[in-house]
Every structure is written in C-alpha cells, then in structure tokens.
C-alpha cells in the first residue's frame, strides 16, 4: 500500500503529530483563517481529529471513527483558496520537519483527493 510508505516516510505517528501541531499553529495565527477556529477546541481538533486522520489516510495503523471530512466542514463554506493556504500552511509544518520533497509531494496529492470533501460550494 503506497500510503503505508507516506506514514512511514514521515516519521511515523509521533513525527505526523509534531506536523500536525505545528499546521494547527500556522493556521490559527493566520489572519485569513483564524476565524475558523475562534470557538473550537484547537486540541480536540489536533488530537482525535487531525492526528488519526493523518496517520489513517497516511497509512498508518489507527482507525478513524469520527465524522466523515464532509460533514467536520459543513457549514463552515471553505473557499478553494483558503484551502489552498490551508495546504500551504500544511507544507511548511512539513518543511520544519525536514520532511523530504518526494513525500511532500505524496501528502499533497492525498491532501488534493480530499478536498473536494471540504470545500463547500
């Protein structure tokens, strides 16, 4: 399984986690996008959404039981671009962790299949 690869590449859970938190600092301190976040609870979102998400559609060994990535948006009416910052937000977090160009390149193809998802028109 490809994905298997990208969970590993990445460092595995602890390393997705240190990603995650630091895509969740990037986007609270973004003026573009901070709104989203002024009533939500930054660490629930960080810790039983984002992380066992990544580390599911990354490939890794936890299960995500949670609400479909359609219905976590809705309401929330997502443009293209904030997503697109979004993934650049996500990009960075990854350049910190030294994470290399080609499983770059893997996350934000998987990142791209989900975004149909989260953008609501």
Do not use: C, W
């Amino acid at each position: 399984m490809e994905n298997k690869n990208v969970f590993t590449d990445l460092g595995g859970e602890q390393t997705i986690a240190a990603i995650v938190h630091e895509f969740y600092h990037l986007l609270v301190n973004d003026k573009k996008l901070a709104h989203y976040f002024q009533d939500a609870n930054i660490h629930q979102i960080r810790v039983s959404h984002i992380t066992m998400l990544v580390s599911f559609l990354f490939g890794g060994p936890n299960r995500y039981h949670g609400k479909n990535m359609r219905k976590i948006h809705q309401g929330l009416y997502i443009t293209s671009e904030e997503y697109e910052l979004a993934v650049k937000h996500f990009k960075n977090a990854m350049r910190k962790y030294n994470t290399p160009i080609p499983q770059m390149a893997k996350v934000e193809a998987l990142l791209r299949g989900v975004k149909p998802h989260i953008i609501m028109k």
